[in-house]
């Protein structure tokens, strides 16, 4: 699905990777045969089918590419202990994933508390960035492509909704990440044209709002 | 001269299924260490140290490193230690366990917690619906064998520990009953496998002083389900 950043996340592993893939978009109004045959028990995207063989749930998909194309970019640190923090960090992202979903659905003071609120999340999460370039290190890894989506997305959030979250004086090294993140020509190949998310996130908030 | 392994030490607390993971793990691995017990009611300076983020046990120290999140501290574990593998050796497999690890951990909260800890004025039909769908589910990764690892106890058998054992305590003191073996079969010759294993019995807390554990706070869970309920 076009502007799914879970999708995003399987479409930058397998390109850092080197990986040739098939791209089939689904109508998520409308589910095809395929998918719910290849993830019956949550019926989402994205599926990976390798060989046959369906892999579901964007952050095991990562791992996945990373293993079963072992000599190619190193996805995820050969450390232990750097692969257990990576791991880490990715869960705390997904598990507060909310607090950003929170932003886009609320107005006036909801959404002021939702942005702060989400700012906190960010400021822990922007721990795991000091003094490198990358979550990953030197190089874009693990935690990069599984955040990496906020880049793209909390901007187009931020104009959509008229709030600050990611800003030099509250979160200047997340700040300061997104511009190398978005300047690695790998992942700015495979994202969605901002115009294009910006209308459609700008129709989902009316959505959301009227509902 | 070989240099001195970096001590293991796991904090815990009683009763947790997410701590005896981690204890499986490092009793699976032939890893000696220290089990340090929190009072979770009046969590240490030690826990919010190593764990500043969720301020949760299970945490394994591993010399200078700390790891935290059950399923991260497996995974750890089964990467930092010799000994019998945890994971499967094959990508594909590695990553069914996964799917069924973050199942388990996501998909059976809600569903248990409103099925057994509401009262009598809850229909809990839907809720005791989905979490048998949700079993059924598991259970057909079993595929015919004893553990979910084969032969022997794996990751994914230790994850679902708190189906082996919590869950009977559960029924017990709620009343309501989830399984049966009718419905169950393979879930049922799972869970009897699981709690008479050698290993596991070192590490399980004895079920009659679970069932007194969890029954002092029924009440509280009783009331903490109610609050949310209706959230």
Redesign the interface.
Known sequence: MWASPMVIRVEWALRLKGVEYEYVDEDLANKSADLLRYNP?TKKVPVLV?DG?P???ST??V??ID??WNGGYPIMAAD??E??QA??WA??AEDKVRALYAIFSTTSEAQRKAAHEAQQCLK?LETALEGKKFFGGDAVGYVDIIVGWYAHWLPVVEEVCGVSVVTDEELPLLKAWFGRLLAVDVLKAALPDRDRLLAANKARREQVLSA | MAAEAPAVKLIGGYGSPYVHRIEMALRLKGVTYELILEDLRNKSELLFKHNPVHKLVPVLLHGDRTVCESLVILEYIDEAFDGPPLLPADPYERSEARFWAQFIDQKFARPFWFSFWTGDDVDKRAFLKEAKENLTLLEAQLKGRSFFGGDTIGFLDITACALAHWLGVTEEVTGVTLVNKEELPAFCKWADGYISDETVKQCLPVRDELVAYFSARKEMYMARARATLHK
């Open positions: 028990v390798h063989k892999i579901a749930e095991i998909i791992e996945y293993e079963a232990p202990y692969r257990a791991r880490f869960r705390y822990t």
